[in-house]
Nanobody
Framework: QVQLVESGGGLVQAGGSLRLSCAASGNIFRLNDMGWYRQAPGKQRELVATITRGGSTNYADSVKGRFTISRDNAKKTVSLQMNSLKPEDTATYYC???????????????WGQGTQVTVSS
């Protein structure tokens, strides 16, 4: 089985910082693209940032210059450093990873359980 476990959410004042982490474990043959998504109440889930196995990154316009995504392939982790947080960043943040499991022929998207980030004004 493959599992993604997030940590690091919480409550912070506007202008503050938080760091989210996500660890992948289990029956993993290859860990491809990883990313962070978020979903605010009443809204659709949206992309925050992604990072390829080689380290190429992509960010939503709303977080460019404030958030930084990184990964450690050896540890099978992906992190999201969030600075200059705004109330509109409040959401549940989800980790996603594209993984080929052992004995699998194709890659599958796996999701974490989500971690809440609340930014107060």
């Amino acid at each position: 089985q493959v599992q993604l476990v997030e940590s690091g959410g919480g409550l912070v004042q506007a202008g503050g910082s938080l760091r989210l982490s996500c660890a992948a474990s289990g029956n993993i043959f290859r860990l491809n693209d990883m990313g962070w998504y978020r979903q605010a109440p009443g809204k659709q889930r949206e992309l925050v940032a992604t990072i390829t196995r080689g380290g190429s990154t992509n960010y939503a316009d709303s977080v460019k210059g404030r958030f930084t995504i990184s990964r450690d392939n050896a540890k099978k982790t992906v992190s999201l450093q969030m600075n200059s947080l705004k109330p509109e960043d409040t959401a549940t943040y989800y980790c996603k990873a594209d993984i080929i499991a052992w004995l699998a022929s194709i890659a599958t998207d796996y999701w974490g359980q989500g971690t809440q980030v609340t930014v107060s004004s």
